[in-house]
């Protein structure tokens, strides 16, 4: 069974910073994409972030481009999203995600076959 457990949400002001961690267990992926989603209430859940299987290619959403870094350990099979200038438009549960097969980390849900339950991110202004 593959689990993704995410950590690190909470409440922040904005202009604040946040470090989201996920640990995957149950399967390796030191070769398949991550990525990481967020869901605002009463909105569709959306791509944020996502990194390719060696850690060499990233891709982000236009409105979190030079405020959110995403990284991974393939060691330790994790993926981490380092959230830095905070919005409040930010806010929502924030998801992390992992494909089955393939290595390219791309935007829309359906590639992605693996969930985190997702960390709640709140950013008061």
């Known amino acids: 069974q593959v689990q993704l457990v995410e950590s690190g949400g909470g409440l922040v002001q904005a202009g604040g910073s946040l470090r989201l961690s996920c640990a995957a267990s149950g399967r390796t992926f030191s070769s398949g994409a991550m990525g990481w989603f967020r869901q605002a209430p009463g909105k569709e859940r959306e791509f944020v972030a996502g990194i390719d299987g060696s850690g060499g290619v990233t891709s982000y959403t236009d409105s979190v481009k030079g405020r959110f870094t995403i990284s991974r350990d393939n060691a330790k099979i994790t993926v981490d999203l380092q959230m830095n200038n905070l919005k409040p438009e930010d806010t929502a549960v924030y998801y992390c995600?992992?494909?089955?097969?393939?290595?390219?980390?791309?935007?829309?849900?359906?590639?992605?076959?693996?969930w985190g339950q997702g960390t709640q991110v709140t950013v008061s202004s």
């Open positions: 995600a992992a494909r089955r097969y393939g290595s390219t980390a791309y935007s829309y849900t359906a590639s992605y076959s693996y």
